[in-house]
């Protein structure tokens, strides 16, 4: 299996911050990278599908980036309701995986 | 707007089977660009893809479930679901459907999720 860690787990971020989460696969997964936002009582929402590719209705302040085996989210100028938990998730290969996930909470 | 709603028991006892239906609404499950997906997250845990079945009926599962999780679609009722045998206290867990990219370019993202079902493990 295709192991995928995130870094950090957990952030602390001001309104109006730039935040990035990073994402490191096992081994290449070219650009099958995908990113959600989760948040407590709500289904998970896709922001990032293949790397960079921001999905529709998801605002131009979520961005991702990398290849290969590195990744990153980056969201700038942070609002109110971003604070949530990011995943991202590898579908190079059966089994899919998710990383760990990273919080990002209320400075 | 295609919406995914799960339904099934709450609470299943251990060693019995876990059920559960997806049924999707404002679009057909017979799309040829889609497969439609499960997903779980334990208590306080992370996402766990469960499996993956397309509306021919190809599936594809995940390993670590030790053959215990079954998937069929039904295109009359425009549903999919999950059957998970055996299920222990670890089986409990936050149960998504997902509508699953499969375009050779983006294959497997879960772009349309259900609102998810807690479903619970005990006797």
């Known amino acids: 299996d295709i192991q995928m860690t995130q870094s950090p787990s957990s952030l602390s971020a001001s309104v109006g911050d730039r935040v990035t989460i990073t994402c490191r696969a096992s081994q290449s997964i070219t650009t099958f990278l995908h990113w959600y936002q989760a948040r407590p009582g709500k289904a998970p929402k896709l922001l990032i599908y293949v790397g960079s590719t921001l999905q529709s209705g998801i605002p131009s302040r979520f961005s991702g980036s990398g290849s290969g085996t590195d990744f990153t989210l980056t969201i700038s100028n942070v609002q109110p309701e971003d604070f949530a938990t990011y995943y991202c998730q590898q579908s190079y290969s059966v089994p899919y995986t998710f990383g760990q996930g990273t919080k990002v909470e209320i400075k | 707007q295609l919406q995914l709603q799960e339904s099934g028991p709450g609470l299943v006892k251990p060693s019995e089977t876990l059920s559960l239906t997806c049924t999707v609404s404002g679009g057909s499950i017979s799309s040829r660009s889609h497969y439609w997906g499960w997903v779980r997250q334990p208590p306080g845990k992370g996402l766990e893809w469960i499996g993956n079945?397309?509306?021919?009926?190809?599936?594809y599962y995940n390993p670590s479930l030790k053959s215990r999780a079954t998937t069929s679609v039904d295109t009359s009722k425009n549903q999919f679901s999950l059957r998970l045998t055996s299920v222990t206290a670890a089986d409990t867990a936050i149960y998504y459907c997902?509508?699953?990219?499969?375009?050779?370019?983006?294959?497997?993202?879960?772009?349309?999720w259900g609102q998810g079902t807690l479903v619970t493990v005990s006797s």
């Open positions: 079945i397309y509306y021919s009926g190809a599936t």
């Open positions: 997902a509508r699953v990219t499969s375009a050779i370019t983006t294959q497997g993202a879960f772009d349309i």
